[in-house]
């Protein structure tokens, strides 16, 4: 019922930038937020960055003053900025979207496939 289409990884060098984008499509009525998580192997999913419908923002302390997270409502879409990207970024990527599908229904997560990023020389 609700599909997230992440877009935007690949390989980069230290110190280079990604966006990564995720596009959210089906019977949404209400989003409450949405937001990028990371897990690299051996590791548990982290948060990196969410943004709630109203604007609100929130990041992991390992990423601020190095990504930015920001949406688009009309479009459903939100994207990451990455800049200064670091080894240790390396990670695939995944977005989580926070909403309803029925108004009666309370929200939940859905989650896209990931998109791989590896920062390496």
């Known amino acids: 019922q609700v599909q997230l289409v992440e877009s935007g990884g690949g390989l980069v060098q230290p110190g280079g930038s990604l966006r990564l984008s995720c596009a959210a499509s089906?019977?949404?009525?209400?989003?409450?937020?949405m937001g990028w998580y990371r897990q690299a192997p051996g590791k548990q999913r982290e948060l990196v960055a969410t943004i709630t419908s109203g604007g609100s923002t929130t990041y992991a302390d390992s990423v601020k003053g190095r990504f930015t997270i920001s949406s688009d409502n009309a479009k459903n879409t939100v994207y990451l900025q990455m800049n200064s990207l670091k080894s240790e970024d390396t990670a695939v990527y995944y977005c989580?979207?926070?909403?309803?599908?029925?108004?009666?229904?309370?929200?939940?997560?859905?989650w896209g496939q990931g998109t791989q990023v590896t920062v390496s020389s």
């Open positions: 989580k979207l926070v909403g309803r599908t029925r108004w009666i229904d309370p929200d939940r997560d859905y």
């Open positions: 089906g019977s949404i009525v209400s989003i409450y937020a």
